[in-house]
């Protein structure tokens, strides 16, 4: 019998790649989205007819406990979170309830439904915030400089507590920065390939920019994912940090996504203080050595690839339907 896997989140764009990686090994995949009339399933179109969707909420413990119930899945990959760190400063209660307690009634539910499946909790980089090392890793303590950092804490504590307290098998990733193509206009990478794109095309004539100095670890979301499916296939839980172990500014993406078409950075790019954080979070790299050694994962796709990567599908995108240019 294949496994049976049921990830939420699954319209994102790590759940999109997840999918694919799982559908590649065999496995049912079953994701779960709300009933609402704005679901949009543009990353997992191409895959539709081999997945199965079941509906629930991370905000209703009773719909978690349907799903699973229903799917009677050997693994469950939490992806769902409200994760744009710039919103949470508006939604924090919102974004407070779906990505921090939300792992709790999930986490919940399982215990009720069947204890033996095998749980990954999507933790975060941002937890790290005010950096007390570098580079950061498993054992670095966490000082988060949003809510949203604030909500992944809490959903990274309460899945070690819960494999503490009853035994379970949950593993937390804390993933560093991880784009591609089908990442969001509204995160940084993709609203500089994008721009990139419209400006090689004379679409536009100037892109908008917070923080150039901002320094993250970025890697691709298509690697990361095999990193997750791994952490469940251990013979006991654990933690760990998924990072490139290099870091980059914002300057830098800048740099490399212009000359990627022949273009120079500083005669489109204007800093503008409404993209500016309230509570900056200056430097991220993590240190993937654990993941190396435990796992045998390391990243393939380098960042400048990935850069490269992500202005050639938006170039792709604005050539194929300039009407639909943001």
């Given at each position: 019998?294949?496994?049976?896997?049921?990830?939420?989140?699954?319209t994102g764009q790590d759940g999109s790649y997840l999918a694919e990686f799982l559908l590649g090994k065999g496995y049912q995949v079953f994701g779960m989205v709300r009933r609402t009339s704005t679901v949009r399933y543009e990353r997992i179109q191409h895959i539709q007819p081999d997945i199965q969707l079941v509906q629930g909420d991370m905000g209703d413990l009773s719909s978690l406990i349907t799903a699973l119930s229903q799917v009677e899945p050997d693994e469950v990959y939490n992806l769902a979170a409200q994760s744009f760190v710039p919103t949470s400063w508006n939604q924090p209660v919102f974004t407070g309830d779906i990505t921090g307690l939300g792992v709790t009634r999930l986490l919940d539910a399982l215990r009720t439904v069947n204890p033996a499946i095998r749980f990954y909790q999507a933790s975060s980089s941002e937890m790290f915030g005010k950096v007390r090392e570098v580079p950061q890793r498993e054992s670095t303590a966490f000082y988060p400089r949003s809510p949203?950092?604030?909500?992944?804490?809490?959903?990274?504590?309460i899945t070690v507590n819960y494999r503490e307290s009853y035994d379970l098998f949950t593993c937390s990733g804390i993933l560093f920065?991880?784009?591609?193509?089908r990442r969001g206009l509204e995160f940084v990478t993709r609203k500089v390939t994008y721009h990139v794109a419209k400006i090689k095309l004379e679409l536009a004539n100037e892109?908008?920019?917070?923080?150039?100095?901002?320094?993250?670890?970025?890697?691709?979301?298509?690697?990361?994912?095999?990193?997750?499916w791994l952490m469940l296939q251990q013979d006991a839980p654990?933690?760990?940090?998924?990072a490139t172990g290099k870091t980059h500014s914002v300057q830098r993406l800048l740099e490399v996504?212009?000359?990627?078409?022949g273009l120079n950075w500083r005669d489109y790019a204007v800093q503008d203080p409404r993209f500016?954080?309230?509570?900056?979070?200056?430097?991220?790299i993590g240190d993937p050595a654990k993941a190396r050694e435990k796992l045998g994962w390391q990243p393939e796709v380098s960042f400048e690839e990935l850069i490269g990567m992500m202005v050639e599908a938006d170039l792709k995108k604005l050539r194929d339907n300039p009407d639909q240019v943001i």
């Amino acid at each position: 019998m294949a496994k049976k896997a049921l990830i939420t989140g699954i319209t994102g764009q790590d759940g999109s790649y997840l999918a694919e990686f799982l559908l590649g090994k065999g496995y049912q995949v079953f994701g779960m989205v709300r009933r609402t009339s704005t679901v949009r399933y543009e990353r997992i179109q191409h895959i539709q007819p081999d997945i199965q969707l079941v509906q629930g909420d991370m905000g209703d413990l009773s719909s978690l406990i349907t799903a699973l119930s229903q799917v009677e899945p050997d693994e469950v990959y939490n992806l769902a979170a409200q994760s744009f760190v710039p919103t949470s400063w508006n939604q924090p209660v919102f974004t407070g309830d779906i990505t921090g307690l939300g792992v709790t009634r999930l986490l919940d539910a399982l215990r009720t439904v069947n204890p033996a499946i095998r749980f990954y909790q999507a933790s975060s980089s941002e937890m790290f915030g005010k950096v007390r090392e570098v580079p950061q890793r498993e054992s670095t303590a966490f000082y988060p400089r949003s809510p949203y950092g604030v909500a992944k804490v809490y959903g990274h504590w309460i899945t070690v507590n819960y494999r503490e307290s009853y035994d379970l098998f949950t593993c937390s990733g804390i993933l560093f920065n991880h784009e591609s193509p089908r990442r969001g206009l509204e995160f940084v990478t993709r609203k500089v390939t994008y721009h990139v794109a419209k400006i090689k095309l004379e679409l536009a004539n100037e892109i908008r920019i917070g923080n150039l100095d901002s320094q993250r670890d970025w890697g691709f979301a298509g690697d990361y994912v095999r990193a997750m499916w791994l952490m469940l296939q251990q013979d006991a839980p654990d933690d760990f940090v998924v990072a490139t172990g290099k870091t980059h500014s914002v300057q830098r993406l800048l740099e490399v996504a212009f000359a990627h078409v022949g273009l120079n950075w500083r005669d489109y790019a204007v800093q503008d203080p409404r993209f500016m954080r309230p509570a900056e979070v200056d430097l991220l790299i993590g240190d993937p050595a654990k993941a190396r050694e435990k796992l045998g994962w390391q990243p393939e796709v380098s960042f400048e690839e990935l850069i490269g990567m992500m202005v050639e599908a938006d170039l792709k995108k604005l050539r194929d339907n300039p009407d639909q240019v943001i």
